[in-house]
């Protein structure tokens, strides 16, 4: 059983930068596809950006977010910068068992984090 554990998340003004954290136990995450999620006040969860063997983004946060992983420290990465008062959510690490089919659909990831809070002020 994988337990991911996300943190870095804080409140910030727009424009500011944060890098969340995912850190892995139980699996080793370089063999599988990973993502973040997120869910904003009164939203649905929506994907951000996934990790497999290329490396996929929403249109919303493409150009500003960017995903990685550390394998030595079996850790996934989310980079976010110039961050708008939109990105507020809960952002959620997640990992998918296999590669294939859709990287951005929350469905096919069985393995989820407990979320860390993001908040952007204008």
């Known amino acids: 059983q994988v337990q991911l554990v996300e943190s870095g998340g804080r409140s910030v003004q727009a424009g500011a930068s944060l890098r969340l954290s995912c850190a892995a136990s139980g699996r080793t995450i370089s063999t599988y596809p990973m993502a973040w999620f997120r869910q904003g006040p009164g939203k649905e969860r929506e994907f951000v950006a996934a990790i497999a063997r290329r490396i996929y983004y929403a249109d919303s946060v493409k150009g500003r977010f960017t995903i990685s992983r550390d394998n030595a420290q079996n850790t996934l990465y989310l980079q976010m910068n110039s961050l708008k008062p939109d990105d507020t959510a809960v952002y959620y690490c997640?990992?998918?068992?296999?590669?294939?089919?859709?990287?951005?659909?929350?469905?096919?990831?069985?393995?989820w984090g407990q979320g860390t809070q993001v908040t952007v002020s204008s």
């Open positions: 997640a990992l998918k068992e296999y590669y294939s089919g859709s990287y951005s659909n929350q469905y096919d990831y069985g393995n």
